[in-house]
């Protein structure tokens, strides 16, 4: 709809990322503004307010280079509080910016603004940014993209053109109803009504619109496809009929080489893929559907597409050609594009992974029941209503900032008894699991880190109520994926087939049904870090955490001062 605004944006933006870099060959200051608003807007045949950023749905793209500081001032014109996370970006001793409401912040408030720095580091690829409150980032979202600095380039041959793939979800109800809904009931969320790419069901929809994406290609020419799964609640899979795809990067660090007929993308995650335009001239649908590994709920099974239209005269097939993609219950799928990604541990863009761990953890992720309010009936199993948990601790989020209670010593607003292990064990991944494990505690329990610590974190996936995927995200670091399995994690074996070479650096990870996955990292980004389940719903339902990182001795190991226009609560 506002394309026209994303173009004089980002033409804008170049040349002052031009001007910037001829002044000062090192890093840049890139400015943006944000305004929250209420717009209106129509899908499916019907029209509903959506919250936006300027306007715009999807939200502008920031454009920035490798180690870039960009400074996003956002202003809340809507009557709702709210937060904006930037994805990816590890803001370096600097939380403050980080967004998840009532961890690193209070809400910008309507009628209020927030000045957030996002200091980019070694993060290169594809990011993007959305909102952290509610469930507002459904339609407050866009991408972040960290080109290589000037001077610099990929590694792989420059494409012909980069092309934004944001895969997102609509309901015909106004969103925050939606959420509102679902809480009250006790049950699962309604399921959205269409898929979208770049803000477009496509033409399997009805009101199918002329602004559905159309990528105009060269034959013989390569395309960079910035993607990203914007959606809510579930995993994805990608194709483009006839074109092999290549994956090139994810989370905003590259990857090596893998050739793929589909592309399975969690929620929050992003991949970088190179399409070749090498087949005959016609016209092809990119398309994504939902992977859904439960199969007791309700979702959405509807396929959204996008058109790649080759340059030329030719004689089109009546329609464009449609790709094969996984059923949406294939899990295999799913977890063998997960594992096989691997980094490119090239001497340019080396990969540095712990070795010596001094921190070992095993974190359940299920899902539970608690008890409906007293004489009403709620629509979770049993009449129970839904819950989830780490470690069998539904989180309980303050109402005030974690971040800000920890670097003023405010005592009572959470605690540090975040377990190491889970407090109970059983058999995670057994079917029939008994009812008495369904019930989780709750807390707001934090652990805490000292700087340099390096941490190796085992999820585990449990079969407890169900067992789904969990697409866990941690702030404020990128991660080493090491190993996954489906099963219990076996402390004795399954270490030995641990990929320490080239294991991808991610900031999102898919945990397999009913399966683990291992992952590593160096505590050397002080800060209070949100780390959930990147499905709302699971979010929702309190499967979140927060690791504090302590200052290190040195200067430069130390948190920085907060800016002066904190929001307050
Ligand atoms: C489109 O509309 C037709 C006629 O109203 C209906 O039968 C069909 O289910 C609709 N398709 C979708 C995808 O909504
Ligand atoms: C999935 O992979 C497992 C091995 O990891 C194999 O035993 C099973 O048959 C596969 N299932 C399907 C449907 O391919
Ligand atoms: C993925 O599946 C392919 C084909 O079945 C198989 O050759 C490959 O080993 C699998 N990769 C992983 C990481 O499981
Ligand atoms: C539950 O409903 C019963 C019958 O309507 C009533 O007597 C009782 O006080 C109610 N309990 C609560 C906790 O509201
Ligand atoms: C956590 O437990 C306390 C005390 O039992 C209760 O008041 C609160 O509502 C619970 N929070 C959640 C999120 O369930
Ligand atoms: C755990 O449960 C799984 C699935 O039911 C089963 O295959 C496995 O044998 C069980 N493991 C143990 C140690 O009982
Ligand atoms: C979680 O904690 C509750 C309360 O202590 C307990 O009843 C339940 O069995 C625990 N579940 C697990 C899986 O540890
Ligand atoms: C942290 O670890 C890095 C890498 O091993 C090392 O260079 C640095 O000296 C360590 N700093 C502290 C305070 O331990
Ligand atoms: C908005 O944020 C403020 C500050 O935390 C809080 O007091 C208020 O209840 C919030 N409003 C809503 C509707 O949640
Ligand atoms: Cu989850």
């Given at each position: 709809m506002k394309t026209d605004m994303n173009v004089i944006h980002v033409l804008v933006l170049g040349l002052f990322v031009l001007l910037g870099n001829m002044l000062q060959s090192q890093a840049a200051l890139v400015r943006y503004n944000f305004v929250i608003q209420e717009t209106k807007y129509t899908r499916l045949c019907s029209s509903k307010n959506i919250l936006t950023v300027n306007g715009q749905y999807p939200g502008p793209t920031i454009s920035a280079r490798r180690g870039d500081t960009v400074i996003v001032d956002v202003i809340n014109k809507a009557s709702q509080n709210i937060t904006i996370h930037w994805h990816g970006v590890k803001l370096p001793r600097y939380p403050w910016s980080d967004g998840p409401e009532f961890i690193t912040q209070c809400p910008i408030q309507p009628g209020t603004r927030f000045s957030q720095k996002v200091v980019l580091s070694d993060e290169e690829g594809t990011l993007w940014w959305h909102a952290?409150?509610?469930?507002?980032r459904a339609t407050v979202h866009g991408l972040l993209v960290v080109s290589p600095k000037i001077g610099t380039s990929f590694p792989f041959p420059k494409p012909h053109a980069e092309v934004p793939v944001i895969l997102g979800d609509w309901w015909k109800n106004d969103i925050q109803t939606v959420m509102e809904e679902f809480m009250t009931n006790g049950g699962d969320p309604a399921p959205s009504d269409a898929l979208t790419i770049n803000g477009q069901p496509g033409d399997f929809y009805n009101c199918s619109r002329p602004e559905t994406t159309k990528v105009n290609v060269d034959s013989g020419k390569t395309y960079l496809l910035r993607m990203?799964?914007?959606?809510?609640?579930n995993i994805m899979f990608f194709a483009i009929a006839d074109h092999q795809l290549t994956v090139v990067g994810t989370d905003g660090a590259y990857t090596k080489p893998l050739k793929a007929n589909y592309v399975a993308i969690s929620p929050g995650q992003t991949i970088d893929v190179l399409l070749v335009?090498?087949?005959?001239r016609n016209r092809y649908y990119m398309a994504a559907k939902l992977y859904n590994s439960n199969p007791r709920s309700e979702f959405d099974d509807t396929t959204t597409t996008a058109i790649i239209e080759y340059n030329g005269k030719y004689t089109p097939s009546p329609s464009p050609i449609v790709p094969t993609l996984p059923a949406f219950n294939d899990r295999n799928a799913s977890a063998n594009f997960t594992s096989s990604l691997r980094s490119l541990a090239s001497r340019v863009h080396p990969i540095d992974v712990p070795m010596t761990i001094t921190r070992k953890f095993l974190y359940t992720l299920s899902i539970n029941t608690l008890p409906c309010a007293s004489n009403t009936t709620c629509l979770g199993p049993r009449h129970n209503r839904f819950a989830a948990s780490i470690n069998n601790i539904t989180f309980d989020a303050p109402r005030t900032s974690i971040l800000g209670a920890y670097y003023r010593g405010v005592?009572?607003?959470?605690?540090?008894?975040?377990?190491?292990?889970?407090?109970f064990i059983f058999n995670y991944t057994q079917d029939n699991l008994n009812i008495s494990l369904e019930t989780p505690t709750n807390g707001t329990e934090v652990k805490v880190l000292k700087y340099n610590d390096t941490v190796e974190l085992v999820f585990q996936g449990t079969n407890v109520v169900s067992g789904v995927d969990h697409p866990m995200h941690l702030h404020g670091y990128s991660f080493y994926v090491v190993g996954s399995g489906f099963g219990n994690f076996d402390r004795q074996r399954d270490p030995l087939n641990y990929n320490l070479v080239d294991p991808p650096l991610q900031q999102t990870i898919a945990v397999p049904q009913n399966g683990w996955t291992a992952i590593r990292f160096r505590a050397n980004n002080p800060g209070v870090w949100f780390m959930h389940c990147h499905f709302e719903r699971h979010v929702s339902w309190g499967m979140e955490m927060v690791f504090i990182v302590r200052n290190g001795?040195?200067?430069?190991e130390r948190i920085l001062p907060p800016p002066s226009d904190m929001p307050k609560c």
């Open positions: 952290h409150s509610d469930w507002s990203v799964n914007a959606a809510m609640n335009a090498n087949q005959p005592n009572g607003v959470y605690g540090d008894d975040f377990p190491d292990n889970p407090p001795k040195g200067l430069d």
